[in-house]
């Protein structure tokens, strides 16, 4: 609910509160009538101490004055005439009040919406039905600000009380060298005669017992100014403590965990801007304090009183140095990831960020960033602080960097543009792992310097886990340990540990997230279709979900045993959909023309039901990317018998050649896609124009795609298309599946010579002339590819014998 909203259901005192923020320097309507844009506005983002951020703040002026402008334009009517006057009147008084310091009304704006939401809160409290209805991240980054402000208010008030000590002890030195003056004097007295002793001494120790009564309060006067000192710094100190804890553990992790689920395809991190100003607020507040602790300590040291604040400063310097290296450390990150399926000699790139950089003015003295590749047991002993002896277990080309400031965006960050992989140095291997689970990180190291040499940093920060391949064929299996390890990965862990199985539900997550990513689509897995996953994974033919529920799946079960009677993994399987799906099916998975996930039995229960010609497209389950079409006709063997064929899988090598959609439309016994669509409906807008007319007496090859059973040899001259027999009629025996056959032009066709490629399928009977289970040569097929693609490179006449259109 908007903030606005509810402070007007604001009562008594908070109501009053409420209206006092209010004034010529900000007018309540204003707030009023623009209460939507300036609550969507981020105030927070804009530093208020960095005069670099006023442009920012000079742009959210204009937009406010031009807002205002806008909101008087549209009043009318007799009311709407004295808004518009005093709307007009508001925006010119906001711009020559603030054009000249917009950080001021950023300032503004900024306290009263904290007040507002302080009094929202007291007024409603978190558990009441108003209070439970603000958004939980809105709330949480309410709660950020709020102890920033709170932050800012202690900081200020140590500052004023630092002040004022310094004031009273620079007084009581100068009463204490009174003091010394009054006991020179007595001193001075002994060379006096006695009666001009006597006549001055005892005024001068009158004098000097004042001041030296005076001294000894205010020396305890002081020593309680210090330790009531020293106790503010301690809870400021525990604050930020508190609030780097939230910032760095919870919402700095969170950033990186999105970063790594964005590898397997999940939604994109964010950006970094909020993180940097909430970093950038606590390098502030941390180094605001760590100056006043050291003030603190020269003023101890300028005047010592024996007690105990020597310790508590001591004390209070270790903290917030502690703290101040953990926030340099932890915001010393990589914003952009290098690729985590790595390949020998092919550039890659990364970026790293240090978010607390401009703050700090570690700019002024660009550091250099290096990347090193090391190995899982490298990167342990790096958590663990161990000497490493520099070593690596590769060689990186362009791998040293400077980092770069850039003004507008306030960002520090060292961008490697061109990095090489050269070489790998592998380790030894555990048991059955292969090289292609075995994991590296990237090692980003630098070294610099902040407040004038007062503290040196050596930072480093790892990548998530990457695989190295040599060769694109390892490409999938690599991809399988990055997917296993982005997505069960735990926080904090010790690199790079997962967990060897894990419940299918966490699976099907991982799987869905990544298919929707490859295939760029809203479309995902449904329940149905990973029901038969989990059939495939499990060996199982149960179609309930549940049952599935709290199964298990290992990592061997994934991606290191084949599926029974298969010689691929489960992984390799759905791996090859994804790719075929991406490449050359995404259109028709977006339209829900595919289902895919359906086993050949289940095709033939859910076509028998159907009329004849009723066709649905299946993901092959014994070819790797494959996809077949399988369709229900009359038994050509048994008058009054139906049965469902099933085509031979087609890959990616087929698509190439000719589409899926055009296959479709190839086949006149193919009429209506499952349930009852009729195919054009579904498929003609993605076929192929048909090719123009001949060109300068020569006619265009055209290849067309037939199933010998389901066609004759001698096309129908009143059509331009081969034709295709009945459904009863009786498929003749095919002994050599893969072959082409050429069809001259007949008069009424039009100018193109139609190259057909036969295709043989598959059918549910015990006496099939096919393999049953759908496997084929693929070196066949190519042949025949190569053959067509062959003739549609020739001239003509000299294939056709000098025949010319």
């Known amino acids: 609910m908007a903030v606005w909203i509810q402070a007007q259901q604001l009562q008594g005192d908070a109501l009053h509160q409420m209206q006092s923020l209010y004034g010529q320097h900000f007018p309540i309507e204003v707030r009023?009538?623009?209460?939507?844009?300036?609550?969507?506005?981020?105030?927070?983002?804009?530093?208020?101490?960095?005069?670099?951020?006023?442009?920012?703040?000079?742009?959210?002026?204009?937009?406010?004055?031009?807002?205002?402008?806008?909101?008087?334009?549209?009043?009318?009517?007799?009311?709407g005439f004295l808004l518009k006057i005093k709307l007009g009147h508001y925006a010119s008084q906001l711009k020559s009040t603030y054009d000249r310091c917009p950080l001021e009304l950023v300032r503004c704006i900024k306290h009263i919406l904290y007040t507002e939401q302080r009094l929202v809160r007291e007024a409603t409290n978190s558990s009441s039905p108003v209070g439970g209805m603000m958004d939980s991240m809105s709330q949480k980054y309410q709660q950020i600000n709020q102890a920033f402000e709170e932050l800012r208010l202690l900081t200020q008030d140590t500052e004023n009380d630092l002040r004022k000590l310094q004031h009273n002890q620079e007084y009581f030195i100068i009463q204490y060298q009174e003091s010394l003056r009054i006991q020179a004097q007595l001193t001075s007295l002994a060379t006096l005669p006695?009666?001009?002793?006597?006549?001055?001494?005892?005024?001068?120790l009158s004098k000097r017992a004042t001041v030296e009564a005076w001294l000894t309060r205010e020396a305890n006067t002081l020593q309680k100014y210090r330790l009531d000192l020293?106790?503010?710094?301690?809870?400021?100190?525990?604050?930020?403590?508190?609030?780097?804890?939230?910032?760095?553990?919870?919402?700095?992790?969170q950033w990186k965990r999105r970063q790594q689920l964005a590898g397997n395809g999940g939604p994109p991190e964010g950006g970094l801007d909020i993180l940097q100003s909430w970093c950038e607020k606590l390098a502030e507040t941390i180094w605001q304090n760590r100056q006043q602790i050291r003030r603190a300590e020269h003023l101890r040291q300028q005047l010592p009183i024996p007690g105990p604040i020597?310790?508590?400063?001591?004390?209070?310097?270790?903290?917030?140095?502690?703290?101040?290296?953990?926030?340099v450390t932890s915001t010393f990150i990589i914003e952009k990831q290098p690729p985590q399926v790595l390949k020998t000699q092919t550039k890659f790139a990364a970026t790293v960020r240090l978010l607390v950089g401009g703050k700090l003015n570690v700019h002024m003295n660009p550091p250099q960033v290096k990347a090193t590749i090391v190995s899982e047991q490298q990167a342990k002993a790096l958590l663990k602080n161990e000497n490493t002896r520099n070593d690596s277990s590769g060689e990186i080309l362009n791998n040293n960097c400077v980092m770069e400031y850039h003004q507008t965006t306030g960002t520090l960050s060292a961008h490697f543009r061109n990095m090489s992989l050269k070489r790998i140095k592998r380790s030894d291997r555990r048991g059955a792992e292969s090289v292609t689970e075995e994991k590296f990180t990237i090692l980003f190291e630098s070294q610099f310097s902040v407040g004038g040499n007062e503290l040196v940093f050596q930072v480093k920060t790892l990548s998530l886990p990457v695989v190295v391949i040599v060769h694109g064929s390892q490409d999938n299996n690599a991809t399988a340990t990055v997917l296993w390890d982005n997505a069960f990965a735990e926080t904090g862990r010790v690199p790079f540990l997962v967990p060897d199985k894990v419940i299918w539900p966490q699976l099907c997550d991982a799987i869905n997230m990544k298919y929707k990513a490859e295939v760029q689509s809203n479309r995902g897995l449904s329940e149905e279709n990973l029901v038969f996953l989990a059939q495939k994974a499990f060996s199982s033919s149960s179609n309930n979900p549940d049952d599935y529920r709290n199964m298990t799946m290992t990592w061997s079960?994934?991606?290191?045993?084949?599926?029974?009677?298969?010689?691929?993994?489960?992984?390799?399987?759905?791996?090859?959909v994804m790719e075929l799906t991406k490449k050359h099916l995404k259109p028709h998975w977006n339209d829900g023309a595919i289902l895919g996930f359906v086993n050949k039995q289940q095709a033939q229960d859910m076509l028998m039901s159907k009329p004849n010609g009723t066709f649905l497209l299946r993901f092959s389950d014994s070819e790797i990317g494959g996809i077949t079409i399988a369709w229900v006709a009359e038994n050509p063997n048994k008058a009054g018998e139906r049965m469902v064929w099933n085509l031979m899988p087609y890959t990616t090598k087929d698509f190439s050649i000719r589409s899926l959609s055009d296959r479709i439309s190839d086949l006149n016994h193919l009429l209506f896609l499952y349930p009852d669509r009729h195919k054009d409906e579904v498929f003609s807008k993605y076929y192929t124009p048909p090719l123009s007319k001949a060109v300068d007496g020569y006619v265009k090859p055209q290849i067309k795609q037939v199933v010998p059973e389901f066609t004759t040899a001698n096309p129908d001259p009143s059509s331009g298309n081969p034709t295709y027999m009945d459904h009863g009629a009786s498929p003749a025996p095919v002994n050599h599946p893969h072959t082409y056959g050429i069809y001259p032009p007949i008069d009424v066709l039009p100018a193109c010579l139609s190259v057909v490629w036969l295709r043989s399928v598959s059918c549910g009977r015990s006496d099939s002339m096919l393999d049953t289970d759908g496997d084929f040569d693929l070196d066949d097929t190519m042949d025949v590819a190569r053959h067509v693609e062959e003739l549609l490179r020739r001239p003509v006449d000299s294939q056709w014998g000098g025949q010319q259109s």
């Open 557 to 576: 079960q994934f991606n290191r045993e084949s599926l029974p009677g298969r010689n691929f993994t489960f992984w390799q399987w759905f791996d090859g």
């Open 230 to 253: 020293a106790e503010k710094h301690q809870k400021t100190l525990q604050l930020l403590r508190k609030q780097q804890t939230i910032i760095l553990d919870d919402e700095l992790i």
């Open 194 to 204: 006695p009666a001009d002793r006597q006549l001055r001494e005892p005024a001068l």
């Open 32 to 79: 009023h009538y623009l209460s939507q844009w300036i609550e969507s506005q981020l105030w927070d983002a804009i530093d208020l101490e960095n005069p670099q951020e006023e442009f920012k703040a000079k742009r959210l002026l204009d937009s406010l004055i031009q807002e205002l402008q806008n909101k008087a334009e549209h009043q009318v009517g007799e009311d």
């Open 310 to 327: 020597e310790e508590l400063l001591n004390d209070l310097n270790s903290t917030i140095t502690d703290i101040i290296s953990a926030l």
